[in-house]
């Protein structure tokens, strides 16, 4: 078994220990996720990977940046700047829907990377070019950022696995409780109807409203 083991750890990469952790993060999410699970995926020692990563914190931030690494950005410079932000943030959900276990990390760790430094740097550039200042620039990455970010981890699977009679207990509770409340009652009932993409359209469109606002404000 040892030397089996040794001969795993010669075969290791950083890139091969990247594409594994990333599928082990995707099936099993961060609670499922640790280094000596890992080596156990690689078939290899958990302490070889430190060889590639000085820690779990480094490890993570490659999973993530081999992720973004995955966005397309518009190219063409002729399209006009709201439109090509839209192109970004729904580029960036897209890659980031298929690694939802890792949307949690881009909360809790700043993140440092080429790819993230590329997108974080064509949407200020795209935003000074249309006239925006420093300050609302970095008002507005924010904002998306935290849109972005929020509606991704709206959209996950709920982690509680309740019964079909469970769940009409509690939808039947939130209708006698809304009932008292009727104007939220008519938006809320409205609002079970909209699909997640259109939610998410909706709500960038509303974003880019207001900077495009700002814009008309300054002509």
């Not at 399209?79 to 090509?84: L, N, T």
């Amino acid at each position: 078994m040892r030397g089996k083991r040794q001969k795993k750890n010669a075969d290791l990469s950083r890139e091969r220990v990247l594409e594994v952790a990333v599928s082990l993060l995707d099936r099993e999410g961060l609670s499922g996720f640790s280094m000596r699970r890992l080596g156990a995926e690689l078939e290899a020692d958990p302490m070889a990977v430190y060889y590639y990563f000085p820690n779990k914190g480094a490890l993570l931030d490659g999973v993530l940046e081999r992720i973004l690494a995955r966005v397309v950005l518009p190219e063409d410079v002729r399209i006009a700047w709201p439109e090509q932000i839209r192109m970004v943030m729904r580029e960036l959900r897209r890659v980031l829907r298929n690694h939802a276990h890792v949307v949690p990390l881009l909360i809790a760790r700043p993140l440092w990377t080429p790819a993230s430094l590329q997108i974080g740097d064509m949407l200020a550039r795209l935003l000074l070019e249309a006239g925006f200042t420093e300050d609302q620039a970095a008002d507005a990455i924010l904002s998306l950022s935290s849109y972005l970010v929020g509606h991704l981890l709206a959209e996950q699977e709920p982690t509680d696995r309740t019964t079909i009679s469970e769940q009409e207990a509690r939808a039947h509770l939130m209708q006698s409780a809304i009932e008292k409340y009727p104007a939220f009652q008519h938006v809320f009932i409205r609002s079970q109807g909209y699909s997640i993409e259109r939610r998410f359209e909706r709500g960038l469109e509303l974003l880019l409203q207001g900077l495009l606002s700002q814009e008309r404000g300054r002509s």
